[in-house]
């Protein structure tokens, strides 16, 4: 009987084993899944293709080295600078500088766009809060499929968290925003790796002469700064032109001043210590909220939560919310819509260093034909 009873648990312990390592396989897989770069297409529009680092060495071979796309016209004008993936769980903010790099044409001025501005935070995702880790476009020609990141630097590479984070401007902040690349600006040369990344994208502002540069976010529905432009106090007046411009094509939206106690905020560091024009842009995604019920890729991608209706009905919210949700189509269109009345705006104000780009949708195409349709197939 004893016997019988070690074989048994000899056999238990074999299986036992073998579910681990099956386990361990699957995580193993999707963990390396996240550290493989999304395929980026570049348009006929992108004329040159270099690193962060090229701006910044030290970032050389670093995880927070990624991409800028340059896309140059013919005639001179403006610079203007476009960041996506600052925050790489806001998913609008990502897909709008993607389309910008696979769509536009820029026949005045040049435009700099970074989509994935903090790569290293595109290779984890939060899944404690059910965060999916990507998500999947189907386009006329295939899927596209792209990482769904987390909101800070990966841990992985930048660890451990300070209890107090002292930014580059003095303030304290809690220790976890110290992987905040949107609580970083205007970086530090000998910090951290945000701060590396954050000093980068500020040597491009200056050693490029960036006119006006933008900074694209999402954020949770019951967010009162929602839906809204945040513009340095240089940038208002501008800002104040856009609005009504929105206003008139049906695309209502606000507009905040940076505020000057809050520091380490892209438009608010840029602003203070350069000379560009620095703005940013949020849109009302339900799958950054607190109120939200179940978080999958539809609620990303269609921005449909019945959590979120219940909330408006209880006017609980700074947004409409009804049974159409805010899909991404919308969010995208809002930013896309929002950087093109910007670059006309400026342009008509200084028409000999205008900033002209075509090729890029803006919300009501958007809202029409979809994300989808704007995407290069996959090669």
């Known amino acids: 009987m004893g016997t019988g009873h070690s074989a048994m648990g000899w056999r238990s312990g074999v ?11 699957l ?27 090229d701006y910044f060495p030290a970032l050389t071979g670093s995880p927070g080295d990624t991409d800028v796309f340059i896309l140059e016209g013919d005639a001179p004008g403006a610079t203007v600078l476009v960041l996506g993936g600052v925050h790489p769980d806001e998913f609008a903010g990502f897909m709008a500088a993607l389309l910008l790099v696979e769509r536009a044409q820029v026949e005045q001025g040049r435009l700099i766009v970074i989509p994935q501005s903090n790569a290293s935070g595109f290779t984890h995702n939060l899944a404690g809060e059910g965060h999916p880790t990507h998500i999947e476009i189907e386009t006329a020609g295939g899927v596209r499929r792209f990482r769904y990141g987390a909101r800070a630097t990966n ?6 968290d300070p209890d107090v984070y002292v930014q580059a401007s003095g303030q304290q902040l809690s220790g ?15 910090g951290t790796l945000t701060e590396q990344v954050a000093y980068a994208i500020v040597q491009i502002i200056e050693q490029e002469n960036v006119a006006m540069a933008f900074d694209l976010h999402e954020a949770s529905p019951e967010y009162p700064v929602i839906n809204t432009i945040v513009a340095h106090p240089r940038m208002m007046e501008l800002a104040v032109m856009v609005v009504m411009d929105l206003e008139m094509q049906g695309i209502p939206i606000g507009l905040e001043q940076s505020p000057e106690a809050l520091r380490g905020l892209s438009h608010r560091e840029w602003g ?44 609980r919210l700074y947004v409409p919310f009804g049974p159409e949700g805010h899909p991404l189509e919308s969010r995208v269109g809002r930013h896309l819509s929002t950087l093109r009345s910007f670059f006309e705006m400026y342009s008509l104000f200084h028409p000999f260093e205008g ?25």
């Open 272 to 315: 203070d210590h350069t000379e560009t024009l620095a703005a940013l842009f949020e849109s009302a995604n339900p799958a950054q909220g607190r109120l939200r019920g179940r978080t999958n890729v539809e609620l990303v991608l269609e921005g449909k939560d019945a959590q979120y209706e219940r909330a408006a009905r209880l006017g």
């Open 15 to 25: 299986i036992v084993l073998l579910a681990a390592l099956a386990v361990a396989w």
């Open 27 to 53: 995580v193993g897989a999707e963990f390396r899944a996240k550290h493989q770069p999304d395929d980026i297409y570049p348009g006929p529009g992108v004329t040159e293709v270099r690193r962060l680092s």
């Open 355 to 379: 900033i002209v780009v075509t090729g890029v949708p803006g919300y009501y195409e958007l809202m029409e034909n979809g994300v989808a349709a704007y995407l290069q197939p996959p090669r």
């Open 155 to 160: 841990p992985v590479h930048q660890w451990p």
């Open 176 to 190: 976890s925003e110290t992987r905040n690349l949107n609580r970083a600006f205007p970086g530090r040369p000998d």
